[in-house]
T-cell receptor, first 112, second 109 residues
Framework: AQTIHQWPVAEIKAVGSPLSLGCTIK??????LYWYWQATGGTLQQLFY??????VESVVQLNLSASRPKDDQFILSTEKLLLSHSGFYLC???????????FGHGTKLSVL | GDQVEQSPSALSLHEGTSSALRCNFT?????VQWFRQNSRGSLINLFY???GTKENGRLKSAFDSKELYSTLHIRDAQLEDSGTYFC???????????FGSGTRLLVSP
């Protein structure tokens, strides 16, 4: 069975500090990977997607970047956090295009 | 405007009653997915539909790709059905999935 693991579970960071969030998928080779952001009480906004190692496409610009260093790993990062980066970050995977999305448990980020 | 319009934004049900959620799409969408998010933030994928209807226990979903809408019916609501329900539409190309604004469902005794 496939599993998706996100880390950390929660972060409290200062404005201007760097950030790195991670996501690992086990049990599925070459998954499509996605990063989503959710404001408190809001909807999910897609940030990035990746269909293969080393290739990441940006969907919306939020002063964040993403990388896929390994087939099963997706990283979200920034060098300088903004207050507006606070929220809930969710990693997701699908077997391919036009297939179901499966989400990790998310990372709650508070920027102070 | 928003590509995915979801209604209602909030819904209260008593146990044992039934209701429906709806999503309208402003552009052609290849497929629709329905999710439930619990209080801890975890999202469960309830349905994936490219067309037609699917049923799973007390939940039933339909997708009309020509009329550009999807529905999620909840029958005999239970306390554990409480949460926020999202529909999501897949754009052509298969890599962009746009979420609706969500329906907050509260089921009470």
């Amino acid at each position: 069975a496939q599993t998706i693991h996100q880390w950390p579970v929660a972060e409290i960071k200062a404005v201007g500090s760097p950030l790195s969030l991670g996501c690992t998928i086990k049990g599925k080779s070459s998954p499509n990977l996605y990063w989503y952001w959710q404001a408190t009480g809001g909807t999910l906004q897609q940030l990035f997607y990746s269909i293969t190692v080393g290739q990441v496409e940006s969907v919306v610009q939020l002063n964040l970047s993403a990388s896929r260093p390994k087939d099963d790993q997706f990283i979200l990062s920034t060098e300088k956090l903004l207050l507006s980066h606070s929220g809930f970050y969710l990693c997701a995977w699908s077997p391919g295009p036009n297939e179901r999305l499966f989400f990790g448990h998310g990372t709650k980020l508070s920027v102070l | 405007g928003d590509q995915v319009e979801q209604s209602p934004s909030a819904l209260s049900l008593h146990e044992g009653t039934s209701s429906a959620l709806r999503c309208n799409f402003t552009t052609t969408t290849r497929s629709v997915q329905w999710f439930r998010q619990n209080s801890r933030g975890s999202l469960i994928n309830l349905f994936y539909l490219a067309s037609g209807t699917k049923e799973n226990g007390r939940l039933k979903s339909a997708f009309d790709s020509k009329e550009l809408y999807s529905t999620l019916h909840i029958r005999d609501a239970q306390l554990e059905d409480s949460g926020t329900y999202f529909c999501a539409a897949e754009e052509a190309g298969g890599y962009k999935v746009v979420f609706g604004s969500g329906t907050r469902l509260l089921v009470s005794p």
